[in-house]
């Protein structure tokens, strides 16, 4: 890749489009503009904007029907397409069921496994990174199954309305080992371990999401970074010219 990356992760932008879903997509619109803004004055260079995952907190395509309640974010997607804006869509365990959609119709680059590219010679590695933790057991054999080939020929032989409300308790069956407080030296301690594991392979820098922490961690030469949310700290994370910055959405209006 080339030119300054934007980040945002795990937005779980919802179906229903309350005023608080209203005000979060309106949030990112306004880092969206910004972005264009910043596009247009690099007189058309390379710009990219990568979605780290769980961007739709539910996202399952039948061939003639997509979840409804979306319009305005892929329209606000195709709008960044449409200008030459490079938009990579890196599936989380809520939106990893896109079979084409996005792509064909919206112009996002979609990337089923870990994104791995390099920068100004920094090799970097976004990681959505469910099923990293070393005890979730659980989650990990859950993980194989939903994304089998049979089970995605079976879960679309029910109607969207079912499929909608089993795939909303499905995916909340690892959220209470992933993301309480309680849990957070569990996280950053197997997050740290697989890092040092990819830096070891020769990646420079690490960025992992689900996990809803923030932060820009330093070990020598070698960065882990988390990727936030959007359900309440409106993370933006940028990488512009080997520089690293992260701040809430407001903080990068002001950047």
């Given at each position: 890749?080339?030119?300054?990356?934007?980040i945002?992760?795990?937005?779980h932008?919802?179906?229903k489009?309350?005023?608080?879903e209203?005000?979060?997509?309106?949030?990112?619109?306004?880092?969206?503009e910004?972005?264009?803004?910043?596009?247009?004055?690099?007189?058309?260079?390379?710009c990219?904007?990568?979605?780290?995952?769980?961007?739709?907190?539910?996202?399952?395509?039948?061939?003639?029907s997509?979840?409804?309640?979306?319009?305005s974010?892929?329209?606000?997607l195709?709008?960044?397409?449409?200008?030459?804006?490079?938009?990579h869509?890196v599936?989380?365990n809520?939106?990893?069921?896109?079979?084409g959609?996005?792509?064909?119709?919206i112009?996002?680059?979609?990337?089923?496994?870990?994104?791995?590219?390099?920068?100004?010679?920094?090799?970097?590695?976004l990681?959505?990174?469910?099923?990293?933790?070393?005890?979730?057991?659980g989650?990990?054999?859950?993980?194989?199954?939903?994304r089998?080939?049979?089970?995605?020929?079976?879960?679309?032989?029910?109607?969207p309305d079912?499929?909608c409300?089993?795939?909303t308790?499905?995916?909340?069956?690892?959220?209470?080992?992933?993301?309480?407080?309680?849990?957070v030296?569990?996280?950053?301690?197997?997050?740290?371990?697989y890092?040092?594991?990819k830096?070891?392979?020769?990646?420079?820098?690490?960025?992992?999401g689900?996990?809803?922490?923030?932060?820009?961690?330093?070990?020598?030469?070698?960065?882990?970074?988390?990727?936030?949310?959007?359900?309440?700290?409106?993370?933006?994370?940028?990488?512009?010219?080997?520089q690293?910055?992260?701040?809430?959405?407001?903080?990068?209006?002001?950047?």
């Amino acid at each position: 890749m080339n030119g300054p990356i934007y980040i945002v992760s795990d937005n779980h932008f919802s179906m229903k489009n309350d005023q608080s879903e209203i005000s979060r997509r309106e949030k990112l619109f306004q880092v969206f503009e910004k972005i264009k803004k910043n596009f247009l004055s690099l007189n058309k260079k390379e710009c990219n904007v990568i979605l780290g995952g769980d961007f739709f907190d539910y996202w399952f395509e039948y061939k003639y029907s997509i979840p409804a309640g979306y319009e305005s974010m892929l329209d606000a997607l195709k709008e960044l397409t449409t200008m030459g804006i490079q938009v990579h869509l890196v599936l989380g365990n809520h939106d990893f069921w896109d079979f084409g959609y996005l792509e064909e119709t919206i112009g996002l680059t979609i990337h089923k496994k870990d994104l791995s590219f390099t920068l100004n010679n920094d090799r970097i590695l976004l990681t959505h990174g469910d099923g990293l933790l070393k005890k979730d057991y659980g989650y990990k054999i859950l993980k194989k199954i939903i994304r089998s080939r049979l089970f995605i020929f079976l879960f679309r032989l029910l109607p969207p309305d079912i499929t909608c409300f089993l795939a909303t308790k499905i995916s909340k069956s690892s959220s209470h080992y992933n993301h309480h407080d309680n849990n957070v030296k569990i996280i950053k301690n197997d997050i740290k371990n697989y890092a040092i594991k990819k830096w070891n392979e020769g990646y420079d820098a690490v960025l992992v999401g689900h996990y809803h922490q923030t932060g820009i961690i330093n070990d020598k030469n070698k960065k882990l970074i988390y990727l936030g949310d959007w359900l309440s700290k409106f993370t933006v994370t940028t990488i512009i010219e080997n520089q690293y910055w992260q701040g809430n959405w407001k903080e990068f209006l002001d950047f």
